[in-house]
């Protein structure tokens, strides 16, 4: 029997109607006149929160007429010009947590943040996909806008699976539910690897967004430019993809590019045009048996290299080569091998923005979004679709950078820019605080153990709950070792407890996990937690964005190699200061 529904969504929508008085990076100080249609803009606004059905039929009557077309919409003056000044306010400390509820922009807001004559960069988003997932393709379409100069356009929603507390409650608090998520593969467009209940939650319950808006600049959600261009909310789908069809304004044009065209085994996506080839050097700088037609013969094979794979090509031809990684990137150099940044295999299914690499390819090899970007029919169209999946078994980023300057300036955008909402935060700091007191205030460790799903695709390190569990507290006694290695005080006893996070259900492996030290979620989490936290606690799905800053406040944490939780809790300790040595990551196998 399918089930499904709307549910009713109060708490979030009471302080949807509120104006925001959004702090607008580039807009601050700047006077400009009101917009003459914004009051009709916001009530239409309010409408469309309250009473969609309504709207749907004022749309119908109003027609497009009074939609914001690029015209309308022009308001001051946001253009690329200020992404510098915007750049400069990465560098400011972070705001201090401020614990406002999220009020969305009103209309004219909106139409302020997107400025005159805006253009966009839009990418799919995959509803199948848990909130860490989500977060890191979101990144990319970031820091693509951000290469591309335009303004990118976000997923607004992700769709929970997991409760915490009464199916109930969660179908009442979710914007919509689905009983059987995988009977549905015709309204959400995806499937999940297993089936069991689906919660449509708003972004802003995981994602904090009016401080992404203040460290990044100008960004829409979907939801958003739906609502600013007067389209009919009715041809908003749930699949989180981008529809060229729908979704486009009127007056406006998109070209798409294709995820086979952005990237594919022939060549090797870049942000910029790498430098320009180095000045030939001396001979005796090159190796000997070393020049532009073997490394033609041996790296044109494929797009890009490690280094070590690079070496092992080259001797196979009969290179003689010695010397380190850092020697072999300035001699293939020489030879017009470009190198390029980007962070290690060991991260590229987790995304964390850590273990930075450097890996080669012939420069004829290397394409530049910019250049790609800048000629037709992209470089007039108002919006860009990058379409389909520029995710999986990709880099972090999407892209591989052609300076260590810009790798660092997307780490910075994401580790300063993406974190939760205040009440998340506070709670993980709060938690962090109780481990502490466990330990009597000893440095204490952390894991993530990421089963369900993952098990039936093989994609943790054991099938049996209780020999993972073994294997992960087998590794963290290496976590002990490295903060003995690092510290003298306030060390672990071996019979400290550590904390862990962990999707595990099963009742008798949580039973062993609890007997042999580990502190849980629950074990931790009181009733007035949640209250506090809101509706948002009876979802198990945001509560792993709890955890998150939980695991980033430990002393030593050990993530799980494909997880983007155990990524996205890497990046949590990036902000805070972490140690890159303060951290490691249980493999597959
Ligand atoms: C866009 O929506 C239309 C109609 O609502 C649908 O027929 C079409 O398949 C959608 N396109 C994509 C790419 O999902
Ligand atoms: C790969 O991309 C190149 C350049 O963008 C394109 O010309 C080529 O057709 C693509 N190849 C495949 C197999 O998609
Ligand atoms: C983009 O350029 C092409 C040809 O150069 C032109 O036909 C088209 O109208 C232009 N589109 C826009 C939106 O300016
Ligand atoms: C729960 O875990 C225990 C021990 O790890 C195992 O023996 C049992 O089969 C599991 N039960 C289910 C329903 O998977």
């Known amino acids: 029997m399918l089930v499904e529904g709307e549910g009713g969504d109060e708490h979030w929508r009471e302080t949807r109607t509120t104006k925001s008085g959004y702090r607008l990076v580039g807009g601050e100080g700047t006077s400009r006149p009101r917009h003459r249609l914004a009051p009709l803009f916001r009530s239409r606004l309010a409408l469309f929160v309250l009473a969609l059905t309504t709207l749907v039929l004022a749309l119908a009557a109003l027609g497009t007429a009074t939609g914001h077309t690029h015209k309308v919409v022009a308001h001051g003056v946001v253009t690329a010009k200020e992404y510098g000044a915007r750049l400069k306010e990465w560098a400011r400390p972070l705001a201090p947590p401020d614990d406002e509820p999220y009020v969305a922009p009103s209309l004219d807001e909106l139409a302020q943040i997107v400025g005159e004559n805006p253009t966009y960069l839009v990418k799919d988003g995959w509803a199948s996909y848990g909130f860490n997932n989500q977060r890191y393709m979101l990144e990319s379409t970031l820091l693509l806008a951000k290469i591309a100069r335009r303004i990118p356009v976000l997923p607004d929603s992700i769709w929970a699976r997991s409760c915490a507390v009464d199916d109930s409650v969660c179908e009442a608090n979710a914007l919509r539910f689905f009983r059987h998520r995988n009977a549905h593969a015709d309204v959400v467009g995806s499937t999940w690897n297993d089936d069991g209940p689906a919660y449509k939650l708003p972004i802003q319950l995981f994602l904090d967004l009016p401080h992404l808006r203040r460290t990044y600049g100008p960004l829409l959600t979907y939801r958003e430019l739906i609502e600013l261009y007067g389209i009919d909310p009715n041809l908003y789908d749930e699949s989180l993809r981008w529809n060229t069809t729908n979704y486009t304004p009127q007056g406006y044009t998109t070209a798409t590019v294709p995820d086979y065209l952005f990237q594919n085994r022939t060549f090797v996506r870049v942000d910029q045009p790498p430098p320009p080839p180095v000045v030939a050097a001396p001979a005796d700088e090159i190796p000997e048996g070393l020049n532009s037609a073997i490394v033609e013969l041996a790296l044109g094979s494929r797009a890009v290299w490690t280094a070590q794979q690079a070496r092992d090509a080259l001797r196979k031809r009969g290179v003689k080569l010695d010397g380190d990684d850092d020697g072999l990137v300035r001699q293939l150099e020489l030879l017009d091998v470009v190198p390029l940044y980007t962070f290690g295999d060991e991260v590229l299914m987790n995304k964390a923005l850590a273990r930075p690499s450097v890996e080669l390819a012939l420069r004829n090899k290397v394409q530049p979004l910019v250049d790609t970007l800048a000629s037709p029919p992209f470089n007039n169209a108002s919006i860009v679709y990058l379409a389909g999946n520029l995710h999986d078994q ?69 099938q049996d709950a209780e020999a993972h569990f073994d294997k992960t507290r087998a590794a963290l006694r290496e976590g002990v070792e490295a903060l003995e290695a690092h510290f003298d005080e306030r060390l672990p006893r071996g019979d400290d407890p550590f904390y862990l996070a962990t999707d595990e259900r099963n009742a008798t492996a949580l039973a062993y996990y609890r007997s042999h030290g580990a502190v849980l979620l629950s074990d931790l989490v009181t009733p007035a937690d949640s209250s506090q936290l809101g509706p948002s606690a009876s979802y198990m799905d945001v509560l792993a964005v709890v955890e998150q800053q939980v695991l980033a406040r430990s002393d030593y944490f050990l993530g799980s190699e494909l997880s983007s939780t155990s990524g996205g809790a890497v990046n949590v300790r990036t902000a805070l200061g972490k140690e890159d040595w303060s951290w490691a990551l249980l493999t597959r196998q």
């Open 394 to 462: 990709r880099k972090p980023g999407g892209l591989y950078f052609t300076s260590p300057a810009a790798r660092q300036a997307y780490v910075d955008l994401v580790v300063r820019g993406v974190r939760p909402p205040a009440g998340v935060r506070a709670l993980g700091e709060r938690l962090a605080e109780r481990m502490g007191e466990r330990v009597e205030g000893r440095r204490w460790l952390a894991a993530h153990l990421r089963r369900s799903d993952f098990v039936g695709i093989k994609w943790s390190p054991a």
